[in-house]
């Protein structure tokens, strides 16, 4: 990676499962980062940018592997548009995830509404806020004309009010190049030694 030091591809077997690399930003947290995939990476970017987003990184090639954009939205949480440049990585798949890999991407967010409006414009989502109890409401980001192998709305994620606990979530300022917004995965938190936020979740038999 040149300058930015030594990026490592994590792998399931023989397929990449996700990465890692030292956070370019000295005094920066360990952080997890989210990579959506668009068609037209240029044209989300641009888009993201008209509506308050902050440009990290805008529009970066990776020669024969893709190209993305780091973003920070409005509300502070940052998130990459991807566009692939390897054949059939863009198809779209209705199996379940495979245990022990990435299945659910959530938004915890200090001000949902701000951000589901934000999503919606920038990648054409539509919001479905589904009632938990007890004043919480989780509201699923549907990506229109897609539905899932049992014919429902298929989702890119989720978002919900971020609770007690989570980093930056408590309004305080944060530092600089940190969101106070935080992309997550789902269900229960714990903190890793070197001090991102990830869940723990249960492996589960695919039927």
């Not at 077997?13 to 980062?33: E, I, R, T």
């Not at 008209?50 to 780091?70: D, K």
């Not at 989502?125 to 109890?133: A, E, N, S, Y």
Request: proline share 10%.
């Amino acid at each position: 990676m040149g300058p930015m030091g030594v990026y490592r591809v994590q792998m399931l077997g023989d397929k990449q499962a996700g990465g890692l690399m030292k956070h370019p930003q000295p005094g920066a947290p360990s952080m997890w980062l989210a990579y959506f995939c668009t068609m037209d990476l240029a044209g989300a970017t641009k888009k993201a940018k008209q509506l308050g987003a902050v440009a990290m990184v805008e529009n970066a090639p990776i020669p024969e592997v893709g190209a993305f954009s780091m973003l920070q939205d409005p509300t502070g949480a940052v998130f990459a548009p991807w566009k692939s440049a390897r054949g059939g990585e863009d198809v779209e798949r209705q199996a379940m995830p495979k245990p022990f890999t990435f299945c659910w991407d959530e938004l915890m967010s200090t001000d949902p509404a701000a951000a589901g409006a934000f999503y919606g414009k920038v990648f054409g989502w539509t919001l479905r806020p589904i009632d938990m109890g007890g004043g919480m409401t989780y509201t699923l980001l549907d990506r229109p004309g897609v539905t899932n192998a049992k014919g429902d709305p298929g989702s890119a994620g989720g978002m919900m009010k971020s609770p007690p606990g989570v980093p930056h979530s408590s309004g305080k300022p944060a530092p600089v190049g940190v969101s106070r917004t935080q992309l997550s995965r789902r269900t229960s938190w714990s903190a890793g030694p070197c001090g991102a936020f990830s869940p723990c979740r249960k492996a589960r038999r695919l039927r």
